[in-house]
């Protein structure tokens, strides 16, 4: 069994990014999932409401302008990131882990555990 979660930390304020916007595609461009992040930063909806994942690409993808936006953070217009796209693979069965660190000019992600 293949599972799915996610973690998003606003690096600009230091704290979790509750609230912020995503969706989980298929390789089609089909939408399985959306969604968004609660106080902690986490979705488990993620976990809860998507369907045991095969092996193939994804994408998920994060709010991020939308976000700061929210958050009172004063943006370029347009803004350097709007959303932000994950694409990855999923090869094999066991729990996939798709962490996103962002600020309003940078990110990052692994596969965590």
Not at 6 to 26: K, N, S, Y
Not at 87 to 109: E, K
């Amino acid at each position: 069994m293949t599972t799915l979660s996610t973690h998003v930390l606003d690096t600009m304020q230091g704290r979790p990014a509750a609230g912020m916007q995503l969706w989980l595609e298929d390789a089609g461009g089909e939408a399985l999932f959306a969604g968004e992040t609660n106080v902690d930063g986490r979705c488990p909806e993620l976990l809860e409401r998507v369907p045991e994942l095969t092996p193939g690409r994804y994408a998920l993808t994060f709010a991020v302008a939308e976000y700061f936006a929210a958050e009172g953070v004063a943006l370029p217009d347009p803004p350097f990131l709007g959303d932000v796209r994950i694409a990855f693979g999923i090869s094999d069965d066991g729990h996939y882990h798709v962490p996103l660190l962002v600020s309003p000019f940078a990110y990052s992600t692994y596969r965590g555990s």
